[in-house]
């Protein structure tokens, strides 16, 4: 009898350690895991119980919360919905979250660590708890002006305060309403999510983060930049400009867009060369540098590196081991050379900022429930990407494109306004890509900006007819708002 309790105990003491043991793998090892499956309803309850933080932009939510009386008691709305569904992103019973929802989740959740204190008040108070909010860098106004200029066109635009690296328009058409995939209904947020995706025109793409196009002659303000780098060119040095230059190493030669020479004599400066968009002279500039001072210039820029605004944007290209005829083709940003709207913005600011490129960023400041702030961003540097004196030299350059270059669309009254267009081919039966680069006042720039029009349903495609005027309109819009 005693051998037979013995045994018993000793059954149960082994089943003792082994609840324990799987106690301590479940609550401890697995925890996070099985907290994060997209499958775990208990999770997702406890959510949609608490009052999520909202988005902002200045004082008023572009991403809020509103109280229901179905089983999940708050549903997530977007006031603006398409307008800045890039940053926001959605957040979805179905298919979790994305954008910000995602990135700042923990602070919108109020699960962050910054709210410790606060959590605690709400426990002893007997409070519901509460996310905080975040502020976004956008201009409402700046993006208002992109949407508009973008409507029935695809392309993108990103805009920058050059000072700081903050982003003040971050605008992809076509869009997508982040409400239709925020509802309480999982049967039609699975045929809202089922017709974007299927949708040719790629609406839940973020254009201006991750698009990488062939930036055309926008490129030729990177070769530029090189060029007066090297110590061996300024803005008066003469380059050949002839009507045609035969591409080294290959039967193959490269046109200037009008199918003349660019100046008297087949002669041009480096100024007028990139006034008037010269590919030829950019070409012959490109052989003479180098493949490889143009990719150190260009990462000097951002290129080859992808940044996290904390939304992560593609890393911009510069090809590897060109040839000479790749090399010169790559000069005027063909070939395998590729750019993502807000690097193309990168490019610009770091001229505007006297050669400092800072890194950009979309999170002003994060709140708590109260609206309180509890921290503002810091802005950092991302590189000295050319020294003062030269990027006032390429700001000049870039103020002759709009002022009796091929820029005119980009004019301001009462206001200097540098940039550069770009029309860039893509190929495979594809329309040509439309890009205006541009900043503003060239004078303690306020603002950078790049677009590109990746599609306008139009045969006749060029930087100054279809991208200059959104250009113009975001920087009206952001020196209105700014004083």
């Not at 860098?137 to 200029?149: F, S």
């Not at 089922?194 to 839940?204: F, H, R, V």
Request: charged share 15%; with cysteine; net charge neutral.
């Amino acid at each position: 009898m005693i051998r037979s309790v013995r045994r018993l105990s000793l059954l149960l003491g082994v089943l003792l350690v082994a609840l324990l043991v799987n106690l301590t793998v479940v609550q401890v090892l697995q925890a996070t895991d099985l907290r994060a499956r997209s499958g775990n309803q208990r999770v997702l309850l406890e959510e949609y119980d608490r009052e999520r933080g909202p988005i902002l932009v200045g004082n008023e939510p572009v991403a809020r919360s509103v109280e229901t009386t179905d089983n999940l008691r708050y549903l997530r709305r977007y006031p603006a919905g398409p307008i800045y569904a890039p940053a926001t992103g959605f957040y979805s019973i179905v298919y979790g979250a994305t954008g910000l929802e995602r990135t700042e989740n923990a602070v919108l959740s109020g699960s962050s660590d910054l709210f410790f204190v606060d959590r605690l008040e709400q426990l002893f108070a007997g409070r519901q708890p509460q996310g905080g909010a975040v502020t976004l860098t956008l201009d409402a106004a700046a993006q208002q002006a992109a949407w508009q200029g973008l409507q029935g066109k695809r392309g993108a635009v990103a805009a920058i305060d050059p000072t700081t690296g903050a982003i003040l328009a971050l605008v992809s058409t076509p869009s997508f309403d982040p409400n239709a995939l925020s509802s309480h209904d999982p049967a039609a947020i699975r045929a809202a999510y089922d017709a974007l995706q299927a949708d040719p025109a790629q609406p839940m793409l973020n254009r201006p983060l991750v698009a990488l196009n062939p930036p055309g002659s926008t490129f030729k303000l990177v070769v530029a930049a090189a060029a007066l780098q090297s110590g061996r060119f300024t803005p008066d040095s003469v380059l050949p400009g002839p009507a045609t230059y035969p591409l080294p190493g290959s039967t193959r030669s490269l046109n200037n867009w009008t199918g003349s020479a660019c100046g008297p004599n087949n002669q041009v400066t480096l100024r007028e060369a990139l006034a008037v968009s010269c590919n030829t002279a950019f070409a012959w500039l490109g052989n003479q540098l180098g493949d490889d001072a143009i990719r150190a210039q260009a990462q000097a820029f951002g290129f080859d590196e992808s940044m996290e605004v904390p939304l992560r944007a593609a890393a911009s290209r510069f090809p590897a081991d060109p040839d000479a005829a790749q090399t010169a083709m790559s000069a005027i940003g063909q070939f395998d050379v590729r750019a993502t709207a807000l690097q193309m913005a990168m490019v610009a600011s770091g001229a505007a900022n006297n050669g400092v490129t800072m890194k950009p960023y979309l999170v002003k400041e994060v709140r708590g429930p109260d609206l309180a702030v509890l921290s503002t961003a810091k802005p950092e540097q991302f590189a000295t990407s050319m020294t003062a004196q030269n990027a006032a030299s390429l700001v000049s350059m870039m103020v002759s494109v709009v002022d009796s270059g091929t820029g005119s669309n980009a004019r301001i009254p009462g206001v200097s306004v540098g940039g550069k267009t770009g029309t860039a081919q893509t190929g495979n039966d594809n329309p040509a890509v439309a890009w205006f680069v541009a900043l503003a006042p060239s004078t303690n720039a306020k603002v950078a900006v790049a677009v590109v029009v990746e599609d306008a349903g139009e045969t006749e495609v060029s930087g100054n007819r279809l991208a200059a005027p959104i250009a113009r309109s975001v920087i009206q819009a952001v020196l209105r708002s700014r004083g």
